[in-house]
């Protein structure tokens, strides 16, 4: 079975940075790229950016230019994704998601997320 | 980057119940355009893929279907799992986007 995990929880004062992390097992991991997923409470899902787990070429969303980093460890088919000065605003639940194949950026498999709670 | 608008924003609906949402888009998609369920506390789940494509499992009362910027999920006979809220996004270049999210809820 395919299962990208998650850390469940991560605290930050303003100003900090987090370093979310994402397990992938169950299929070749360089075989499909990551891309992350955010949703602030109660509110839609916001595109961060990918990572193909080949060559580590990044796509980072205009928005989050400069503060991201999207990084992987092929070794331990692990991704991750930095985020440096927080705010508030970046109160939300994180995903890590797979997409289906080179071409078809959708997700079939997810991470089950990581509430990433920014406050003093 | 493209902008996906969705309609409308809430619905109420009874079991057995046929509901459509639909999914714009501020420029052409072709058929890149996939559905996705979300239940609170749980990530997305897919639906369909390339506007038309039941995902493998998903129930058949499901449906999607349009092409170019206009799009559309059909949910037939709606059922008591079928409460949740639904999201459409687009990749047919980068930046992805979703679109804001259809929430339907029992009459």
Known sequence: QIHLVQPGVEVRKPGASVKLSCKASGYTFTSHAISWVRQAPGQGLEWMGWISTQNAYTNYAKKFQGRVTMTTENSATTAYMELRSLSPDDTAVYYCARDRNTGSAFFEYWGQGTLVTVSS | ?107
């Open chain 2, 1 to 107: 980057a493209i902008q996906l608008t969705q309609s409308p924003s809430s619905l109420s609906a009874s079991i057995g119940d046929t509901v459509t949402i639909t999914c714009r888009a501020s420029q052409v998609l072709y058929s890149a355009l996939a559905w996705y369920q979300q239940k609170p506390g749980k990530p997305p789940l897919l639906l369909i893929y390339d506007a038309s494509t039941l995902e493998v499992g998903v129930p058949s009362r499901f449906s999607g279907s349009g092409s170019g910027a206009d799009f559309t999920l059909t949910i037939s006979s709606l059922q008591p799992e079928d409460f949740a809220t639904y999201f459409c996004q687009h990749f047919t270049t980068y930046p992805l986007t979703f679109g804001p999210g259809t929430k339907v809820d029992l009459k």
